[in-house]
Nanobody
Framework: QVQLVESGGGLVQPGGSLRLSCAASGIVFSAYALGWYRQAPGKQRELVASITRDGNTNYADSVKGRFTISRDNTKNTMYLQMNSLKPEDTAVYYC?????????WGQGTQVTVSS
């Protein structure tokens, strides 16, 4: 059974940092492309950052220079380091893994940026 479990969300003040983790099981982790998505209330889910199985990364313009995506294939875990957080980063963050037609999602973790 495939499981993706996010952790690390919470409440943080503007300008603060958080690190999200996504632990995977039931898949050959190193073969999958991975991504972080987010969905704010009343908005569509959007791609925040992605990383290929070769380690190539891509970021949404709104988070470039502030967020860093990484993966540790030895731990079957993906990370999202989020710095200089802004109120507009408030959303539920989801991890995604994809290999051809196999597409899996985590349950999401809430990130709230507020003073």
């Amino acid at each position: 059974q495939v499981q993706l479990v996010e952790s690390g969300g919470g409440l943080v003040q503007p300008g603060g940092s958080l690190r999200l983790s996504c632990a995977a099981s039931g898949i050959v982790f190193s073969a999958y492309a991975l991504g972080w998505y987010r969905q704010a209330p009343g908005k569509q889910r959007e791609l925040v950052a992605s990383i290929t199985r070769d380690g190539n990364t891509n970021y949404a313009d709104s988070v470039k220079g502030r967020f860093t995506i990484s993966r540790d294939n030895t731990k079957n875990t993906m990370y999202l380091q989020m710095n200089s957080l802004k109120p507009e980063d408030t959303a539920v963050y989801y991890c995604n893994s994809r290999f051809f037609t196999r597409d899996y999602w985590g349950q999401g973790t809430q990130v709230t940026v507020s003073s």
